[in-house]
């Protein structure tokens, strides 16, 4: 703005120093707000707690020779209490646990607990954050595919590429070659085709392509209904499913709990973006001649990223206490790496006599799920001015 | 009204369809086969597999198994590939067994969530309420299972009861009083398992929704013309703070099917879910895929009711 401008400003505004910016930024206001909800603070400093045992478990259990060995048995201290010194006399000076002393207590085959919480920690986080990064990548996508370009029409050649394209992966997977490369050819041909269709902007009206560019259903309606057929599943039931069907590996958990867990994501951004695009900066944005992906991508997500972050923290809260559910049924990271969920679930048969193998493992998953659930929803407080007055 | 219940009813009918193929894709393109489960088996030679596997239609191309299988569930005619008992049979058993924990559990909910959430909106910002809001994250929180060996500890240490099944096992002639609360004792710890979230989510919904009322102008006026406090808490406020709890008792139905996997595993409790998780083990895809479209039908079912019911109760709804 040129300073003429502002100085009519002032006379039209009636103020002598015209509009003054807001007395604090934003995140100013969100450090005061959060200040204030006590629980939403709690939750924040623990997981932050959380984060650097986790890092620290990451780098003092692995390597050749782990600081804290989570996999070390001994036979002869077995099922040891929390705080318990080890009989020095029974062990080789290598067995001695690296505080000299058992923090945690010792399982059944006399590993040190401690050792193995700190590795699980990093288990469960990365299991959270991969698991909530998918689910939020796929949903923001989606999301806003479907809220920016809803309106748009999916065309008979559309259904009929994609249709082309999905049999030749299948194919392609099931080991039909020849014909699977065949048929993902005529998909990318016919995609390429219709760039240069478009270019030269051919018009032609023979029957058969008036029928192949027929318009069928929007785009939004696609991608809701998917998002509809997704939550008809049983979310546990086909997690374990898939997760039974599969080869264990922590990264098979991660992806599908990711892959089921986008469908709120979608919903959110779709609502925002559907708000968003009658605004006027995207139309500024537009007359600008800014490509739509940009426009979706730098301007308009950054808008709608509130419920999502919302979301996405209690997203990560729920994928603790599946993959915690998971191990606990057996079915999580295989045995030799230790997660909390299978050291509880080791544990349990020693119930009676050793509670600490049930109680150590428990309460770590509550109070980090704990923290997690406060935090977001702390989170949608403050970040939607609607219901501060209202809590 | 009846375009849009024609309407619904086909968009759920196609969605089914959908969740029909994508189930079915996903148990059979992962990797392995159910006639390969137990390879150690002496009686598994390679003509038992090979008879397995045509008995089952195993060895016909995908679409093929697809309208077979699904031609023989709507007919009935399914077995389970474990122990060649009808698929509806065994599912009707195991469902009348998780009959009893759901009905519990849910009464157990909504008996409790209410009042819980109505006293918190009450005494908005006060002790009780800000105790009930941490508690009701706790039990959010919670691990199902640990929460379980907790009671479990609790109830077994306290009152020496057993809980573990459906009921004691030889426990035959004793009186009828003995028997009927040995059968509470067993039922009542899965079912207040069961219940814990579902109060805790639920309670935090009525508190919030009475909030939302409360705001209103209608209840500041109800407040100052003097009427006391319960009428306006109970008669004005409340009553329209239930409009959205209608459609909920819609969304509860696939509850029937889903159980709890891993609180019927702990306890040994005969029902859904814990067959749908020996299924998964046994790999008896007949019985995952029907428990998977009986409850798929289950979530449209209740969402349809809940649409329906929100328009009956709510006239200014005209979808």
């Not at chain 1, 080890?86 to 085959?109: F, K, Q, R, V, W």
């Not at chain 2, 009671?151 to 002639?173: A, E, Q, R, S």
């Not at chain 2, 939302?212 to 003097?226: I, L, S, W």
Request: one cysteine or more; hydrophobic letters at 50%; aromatic letters at 12%.
């Amino acid at each position: 703005m040129k300073k003429t401008d502002t100085h009519t400003l002032h006379k039209e505004t009636g103020l002598e120093e015209g509009p003054l910016p807001p007395k604090e930024s934003r995140t100013q206001e969100f450090w005061r707000l959060l200040r204030k909800n006590r629980l939403a603070l709690a939750g924040l400093i623990i997981f932050v707690f959380f984060f650097s045992i986790a890092l620290a478990g990451l780098v003092l259990t692995s390597g050749n020779k782990p600081v804290f060995d989570p996999a070390m048995v001994r036979l002869q201290e077995k099922l040891r209490p929390p705080l318990s010194h080890p009989h020095l006399e029974a062990i080789s000076s290598e067995e001695t646990p690296t505080l000299g002393i058992y923090l945690c207590g010792t399982d059944d085959l006399g590993r040190d607990v401690f050792s193995r919480m700190l590795q699980g920690a990093w288990v469960s986080l990365t299991v959270g954050f991969v698991a909530v990064g998918i689910a939020v990548l796929i949903g923001i996508v989606l999301g806003g595919i479907s809220g920016y370009f809803g309106r748009n029409p999916v065309r008979v050649d559309h259904i009929l590429v994609a249709c082309i394209v999905f049999v030749g992966a299948g194919l392609l997977i099931g080991g039909v070659f020849l014909a699977g490369v065949g048929l993902l050819c005529i998909g990318c041909a016919y995609v390429l085709f219709q760039r240069w269709w478009k270019k030269v902007g051919g018009q032609s009206a023979t029957p058969l392509i008036r029928l192949f560019s027929a318009e069928t259903f929007s785009v939004d309606t696609l991608i809701m209904r998917l998002v509809d057929i997704m939550l008809c599943f049983p979310v546990f039931f086909l997690i374990l499913t898939v997760v039974a069907l599969l080869p264990a590996s922590m990264y098979n958990i991660m992806i599908v709990i990711g892959l089921t867990s986008w469908m709120g994501t979608t919903r959110f951004v779709r609502a925002e973006l559907l708000s968003l695009r009658e605004q006027d900066f995207v139309t500024a944005a537009k007359a600008l001649g800014v490509s739509d992906w940009r426009i979706i991508f730098r301007h308009m997500i950054p808008n709608a990223m509130a419920p999502v972050l919302v979301s996405a923290t209690i997203g990560i809260a729920s994928a603790i206490l599946i993959e915690a559910g998971l191990s606990f049924l057996g079915f999580g990271v295989p045995p030799p790496h230790a997660t909390w969920g299978n050291v509880l679930s080791d544990g349990k048969r020693f119930i009676f006599d050793a509670p600490w193998l049930t109680f150590i493992p428990g309460f770590a998953i509550l109070i980090v799920v704990l923290a997690f659930n406060l935090f977001g929803e702390g989170l949608r407080d403050i970040l939607n001015p609607k219901l501060r007055e209202r809590y | 009204m009846l375009s849009f219940i024609g309407r619904s009813i086909i968009q759920k009918i196609i969605t089914l369809f959908f969740v029909m193929v994508i189930s079915f894709l996903i148990i059979h393109l992962a990797p392995g086969e159910p006639s390969q489960v137990d390879p150690l088996n002496p009686k598994f030679t390679p003509e038992m597999v090979e008879r397995f596997r045509s008995a089952f239609h195993l060895d016909k191309p995908l679409h093929v198994q697809f309208v077979y299988f699904y031609r023989d569930l709507f007919t009935g005619k399914s077995v389970s590939w474990k122990d060649n008992e009808p698929v509806l049979k065994k599912i009707g058993e195991r469902f009348l067994n998780s009959l009893p924990l759901f009905i519990l559990a849910t009464i157990l909910t909504w008996t409790l969530a209410f009042p819980i959430g109505i006293r918190s909106a009450i005494a908005r910002g006060g002790v009780y309420d800000r105790s009930a809001t941490f508690f009701s994250y706790l039990f959010y929180s919670i691990p199902g299972f640990f929460f379980a060996y907790i009671l479990i500890l609790l109830v077994v240490n306290t009152f020496h009861v057993p809980v573990i099944g459906m009921k004691t096992f030889g426990f035959g002639d004793v009186s009828v009083l003995r028997t009927v609360m040995d059968r509470v004792w067993h039922l009542l710890l899965p079912s207040v398992l069961g219940a814990t979230v579902g109060i805790a989510v639920l309670s935090r919904y009525v508190r919030s929704q009475m909030l939302e009322v409360e705001g209103q102008d209608y209840v500041r006026t109800a407040k100052a013309k003097g009427l006391p406090s319960e009428q306006v808490h109970y008669k004005h406020a409340l009553r329209n703070a239930l409009l959205p709890f209608v459609t909920m008792f819609g969304l509860m139905l696939p509850g029937l099917i889903g159980g709890s996997v891993i609180i019927e595993s702990i306890f040994s409790w005969p029902g859904m879910g814990r067959m749908a998780f020996e299924a998964i083990l046994a790999r008896d895809y007949p019985i995952i895929l029907s428990v998977n479209f009986i409850s798929a039908v289950l979530v449209l079912a209740g969402t349809f009711i809940s649409d329906v019911l929100y328009m009956v109760v709510d006239p200014r709804i005209r979808l």
